[in-house]
C-alpha cells in the first residue's frame, strides 16, 4: 500500500497549524523544524490517506504522534490511524503532551534514538 497524499485534507491540515497546540510548537520550534533533527526534513500536520498525521518525515518513513487530552477521547479512531501508517510502511512514535512539556530535552533524544534506529534499517 502506497502512502496517499490526501489534497482533500490540505485545507484543514493549514487550519490545524495556525492552531496548534504548545506541545506541538514546542516541538517543532525546538526539534523538528528546520531539518534541526539530524538534519532530517519534517512536516507538520500532514495529510496521508484520510488522516492528518502530527508530524511526519517522508525519507525516514517516520510519524511523531503527540498524544494528549484529545487523544485519549478518540482512541479507538487513533488505533486505526496507526494500523493505516504501518500497512503504508511508516513507523509511529507516540509522544505525551505532557512530557514535550515537561521535559523537551529527553523527548528530543527518545525521537533521535528512533531516527538512529530507522537510519540503521535503510
Request: aromatic residues 12%; charged residues 40%.
Amino acid at each position: 500500500m502506497k502512502r496517499i497524499y490526501n489534497e482533500k485534507l490540505k485545507k484543514f491540515a493549514r487550519e490545524l497549524r495556525k492552531n496548534s497546540t504548545p506541545a506541538e510548537i514546542l516541538l517543532w520550534r525546538d526539534v523538528l523544524k528546520a531539518r534541526k533533527m539530524k538534519g532530517y526534513q519534517f512536516n507538520r500536520q500532514f495529510p496521508i490517506g484520510n488522516y492528518i498525521v502530527d508530524f511526519i518525515c517522508r525519507k525516514l518513513k517516520l510519524v511523531i504522534e503527540v498524544d494528549g487530552f484529545s487523544h485519549d477521547l478518540r482512541f479507538g479512531k487513533h488505533i486505526k490511524k496507526d494500523e493505516y501508517l504501518r500497512k503504508t510502511g511508516y513507523t509511529v512514535l507516540h509522544v505525551k503532551e505532557k512530557d514535550i512539556l515537561k521535559d523537551i530535552e529527553t523527548v528530543k533524544k527518545y525521537i533521535e534514538s528512533y531516527v538512529e534506529k530507522l537510519e540503521k534499517k535503510n
